[in-house]
């Protein structure tokens, strides 16, 4: 059977003996069926995948893993009134995407951020986050304070560790790459990194810490 | 974003998956072992238990709810339409032996339904009085009977109480208090003649039932509500409330008897109810749990793929989809077929006003 | 209950639609203005679509069913009733701070009619009709979401009723009080609102197990054979066109599975329901076929654009190549 190019929900896609679902499709007694529409991609499968799954491991042969993509988030140019109408994916943080965040809030065990790009996509709206004193860095967690890493209004880049409580995701940014890369001194200047835990006001020279982000 | 189910159930994805698995197997085994799938709960029942409405009745389930509900009826001036005086008085004539056939109105019925924890306009109860409202009025002959005259006629009040906290959907248990306390409602009789402005009998024996019982012939009789779920290939009515938290889709059908034959019964309304199985939390199998050996999936991609290969595994899974076609008319069968639920329903409820 | 205490309102039931004298009058007149169905009994209405309507929303539709008959110029009233409705998805998005943790998308419906889609003004606070139908739209599609793809967010449907469907026709809401709240119109207002919102969760990339529509089937006594009654079943019924409908039934389809994920039949459906429900779920088959039709052309668009960038931008780094070389 031959896949179409274009699937709406609830076209039959294949067999689950020929194909693996992926994203976008779902499976229906045996038969996997197309989700959201789109254009049907059929990838080799991911050899990982189909070890670590005990049922696909039985099976030992390599099908390959059938997708829908998504419309990309288009335009260069969103407009004044976001993506548009079916424009961009909705996107929601999910455990390791990689996120950025500006800090809204400190308090002794945590600072309160809001999430506004996931994975180099704006989102429509802000996800409240948090960022725990333990997840700050990853060395000499003991020694962290929050109010030495993070200021209010500092744009930071973090992981999601988990998809949290009632109303927080999880945020981390304990790697090298994670952590503060914009920062505006007490007079309102716009800052540069000097270290991994101090950032430089450019005209009076006074340094403030920070858990700064490695630039690349 | 009010929670929309009464009171969601606290039962893990093992557990779900353990009570769906003894639900779909043939015969299906109930949450309650002694039940077969058409046995309803034992309740309590009693009527004319309020000494100032004119027809009430009470029912206690074996869970703790309960139910009260009064009706009143008062009378009520028709507003009149300026114009068709004329037309009108040609028509009065000829269907002065009808006795108001067809000139009754939807909305000299009012019904409005209390459930504690629930705001009046929130959606359940909202939804519960009009299914209660639409089975009611499904057939004429109720507001038929509520027309006096040209000038006045009864406005009939249902006051649906549930006294104890929503435990499992109510709509079934609301409807059979409906049922008895409508069936045992009086209006007094009327003295005044034709277009006069009415006057009553304040005999209360010479009061006339809203559903009236002519010997040997069968009446109509207030709708009555049947709640039944669907699991798997199995059908089971009357579902308590973790039984709901499994179900592949639930019905709710409004019937009454039929007006032709004694036996089975006829539909007034269906609906469907969004099982709360829709919004249970999805269990996470061993082989992707890395506290039980598995391994955790690397990517969300990687995750899905696994969760969709797990669906006949027995890990739950919020079911899907909605009810196949040849099990809503299996349904609706065995609930309207002579000897059916309805009918056993009907003439159980009925039993309580004679005994 | 549902007063409105932002405003200054007029008694409710304090005001009716104007009645003009010539119907009064002649009888006759008011007769021949009547509207009959001029479509066969399996016949649906046409349908318009279309997707992405709403730029700010992650998805939108709009829906119109124009009116069957032809404008009558005689009279200001329109003899039967269009419906139009427009519908946006937003989110998925974050749940607000006081709600508790979800595994799966909370969906959140509202319907309401725009204060001028009936012939009877509506409020501006949701009435019960309006809620009753929310209810019916969410089990509508809480069945066809896959939810649990997304935890922990909410997504809000919101349909506005531009122009809904009469219960009855106007001329015989003055003679019999019958037609008047007896909501037939509804069924068809919910039909189109389950098919509408369904195309504008696609439009807006929502896991779905299916492409679900909405159908309408009655049962009515059709008027001019006399005094016999003769029940016929009909699908998509318009309820001006029928003097009287006996029983009806709306339902939410999924046709690849054969699957109804909502029914709201009521009336007097006696025995055998199946004619009814079968009725429906042809008429919803109908309807998918626009959907289809038209979500497939929305489709073609949006990704028209894409794959043509993609292919401009890899011409160019031929042409650079060959610049250079």
């Known amino acids: 059977m031959s896949l179409p190019a274009l699937a709406l929900p609830g076209q039959l896609l ?6 693996l679902p992926g994203p976008g499709t779902h499976i229906h007694e045996q038969q996997i069926y197309a989700s959201i529409a789109g254009p049907v991609l059929s990838s080799p499968s991911p050899s990982r995948s189909a070890q670590t799954t005990s049922n696909a491991s ?124 914009m920062a505006r001194s007490e007079e309102g200047r716009l800052m540069y990194p000097v270290s991994w835990r101090e950032f430089r006001d450019p005209v009076t020279g006074r340094g403030e810490s920070r858990k700064a982000a490695k630039p690349f | 974003m009010a929670p929309q189910q009464a009171a969601l159930v606290n039962l893990s994805p093992a557990e779900l998956s353990f009570l769906r698995a003894s639900l779909a197997q043939t015969p299906p085994i109930r949450l309650d072992v002694t039940k077969g799938p058409r046995d309803f709960r034992s309740m309590r029942a009693e009527y004319d238990v309020l000494p100032g409405a004119n027809g009430s009745a009470r029912i206690a389930l074996e869970d703790g709810t309960e139910a009260l509900v009064g009706v009143k009826a008062e009378v009520e001036k028709t507003p009149q339409r300026p114009a068709s005086g004329e037309q009108e008085d040609v028509e009065m004539h000829d269907e002065e032996v009808g006795e108001g056939a067809g000139k009754g109105q939807n909305s000299w019925v009012e019904m409005s339904v209390e ?11 909202v939804f519960l009085a009009s299914m209660l409202k639409e089975s009611l009025l499904a057939s004429r002959e109720l507001r038929d009977r509520l027309y006096i005259n040209r000038r006045f006629h009864w406005k009939l009040y249902v006051d649906v109480l549930l006294l104890s906290p929503a435990l499992s959907y109510p709509l079934a248990l609301l409807s059979m208090t409906t049922h008895l306390a409508l069936l045992t409602t009086l209006l007094p009789a009327l003295k005044s003649e034709k277009d006069e402005d009415p006057l009553f009998d304040d005999d209360w024996d010479a009061a006339v039932a809203l559903y009236p019982k002519a010997a040997g012939k069968s009446t109509d009789k207030p709708p009555v509500i049947i709640l039944a779920m669907a699991v798997g290939p199995n059908i089971i009515f009357d579902p308590c409330k973790e039984e709901l938290a499994v179900a592949d889709a639930v019905l709710a059908i409004a019937c009454t008897n039929s007006a032709s034959s004694a036996t089975g019964a006829r539909i007034v309304s269906i609906r469907t109810i969004d099982p709360p199985s829709h919004l249970t939390p999805p269990g996470i199998p061993n082989s992707m749990n890395s506290a039980t050996g598995g391994t955790v999936p690397t990517s969300s991609t990687d995750a899905l793929t696994q969760r969709e290969l797990l669906a006949t595994s027995g890990v739950w ?29 009907i003439s159980a409820l009925a039993a309580i006003e004679v005994g | 209950m549902n007063t409105d205490r932002r405003r200054n309102n007029a008694p409710a039931g304090g005001t009716t639609a104007p009645v003009f004298a010539r119907t009064i009058r002649e009888p006759g007149y008011l007769q021949s203005l009547r509207p009959s169905r001029s479509r066969g009994l399996n016949e649906l209405r046409r349908i318009f679509l279309q997707t992405s309507i709403i730029p700010s929303a992650s998805g939108s539709a709009y829906l119109e069913i124009p009116s069957s008959s032809a404008p009558v110029t005689l009279t200001l009233i329109p003899p039967t009733s269009s419906l139009k409705i427009t519908a946006s998805v937003q989110g998925p998005k974050p749940l607000p701070r006081s709600a508790p943790f979800s595994p799966s998308l909370l969906l959140t419906t509202t319907v309401k009619f725009a204060p001028f889609a009936t012939r009877n003004r509506r409020g501006y606070i949701r009435d019960t009709t309006e809620r009753d139908l929310g209810v019916h739209l969410e089990t509508a599609l809480r069945g066809v979401i896959i939810g649990e793809r997304w935890p922990k967010s909410g997504v809000e449907v919101v349909v506005t009723i531009l122009e809904g469907d009469e219960d009855g026709w106007w001329g015989d809401s003055g003679s019999e009080g019958s037609a008047s709240g007896s909501g037939w119109g509804l069924l068809n207002v919910l ?77 007097d459906c006696g025995q055998d329901t199946d004619a009814l429900t079968e009725g429906a779920t042809h008429s919803a088959v109908g309807s998918l076929a626009v959907v289809k039709e038209v ?7 949006k990704f028209q654009g894409q794959l043509e960038a993609s292919e401009g931008s890899l011409k160019r780094k031929v042409g650079d190549v060959d610049m250079t070389g």
């Not at chain 3, 009654?229 to 009287?244: G, I, N, T």
């Not at chain 3, 979500?295 to 668009?301: G, I, N, P, S």
Request: net charge negative; with cysteine; hydrophobic share 40%.
């Open chain 1, 14 to 19: 294949g067999h689950t003996d020929k194909y």
């Open chain 1, 58 to 181: 039985t099976k030992s042969k390599l099908v390959p893993l059938l997708s829908i993509s998504r419309p990309p988030n288009t335009t260069s140019d969103p407009g004044i009134l976001g993506t548009g109408s079916g424009g961009g994916a909705p996107i929601l943080p999910e455990v390791d995407s990689v996120v950025l965040a500006r800090i809204t809030r400190l308090g002794p065990r945590f600072a309160t951020c809001e999430i506004l790009v996931i994975n180099s996509t704006v989102c429509r709206e802000a996800f409240q986050g948090q960022i725990r004193r333990e997840d700050i860095r990853a060395t000499e967690k003991d020694k962290i304070k929050i109010e030495e890493s993070f200021r209010v209004g500092d744009l930071v880049r973090g992981t999601v560790i988990s998809l949290g409580d009632q109303s927080n995701y999880y945020v981390a940014t304990d790697r090298n790459e994670f952590g503060v890369v």
């Open chain 2, 115 to 125: 459930v504690p924890g629930f705001r009046e306009d929130d959606s359940l109860p």
């Open chain 2, 317 to 345: 899974t919020p079911p899907r989809g909605g009810m196949k076609r040849t099990l809503v008319s299996q349904v609706t069968k065995m609930v309207v077929e002579s000897g059916g639920v309805a009918e056993e329903v």
């Open chain 3, 191 to 267: 039909a189109g609102c389950i098919t509408v919102v369904s195309a504008a969760i696609t439009d807006a990339g929502i896991d779905c197990v299916d492409v679900v529509t909405g159908g309408v089937a009655a049962i009515a006594r059709t008027s001019d054979s006399g005094n016999s009654k003769v029940v016929a079943r009909l699908l998509d019924p318009c309820p001006a066109e029928h003097k009287e409908i006996v029983a009806a039934c709306a339902v939410a389809y999924l046709a690849s599975r054969d699957e109804i994920t909502e029914i709201w039949m009521k009336g």
């Open chain 3, 295 to 301: 979500l497939l052309e929305a489709l073609q668009a």
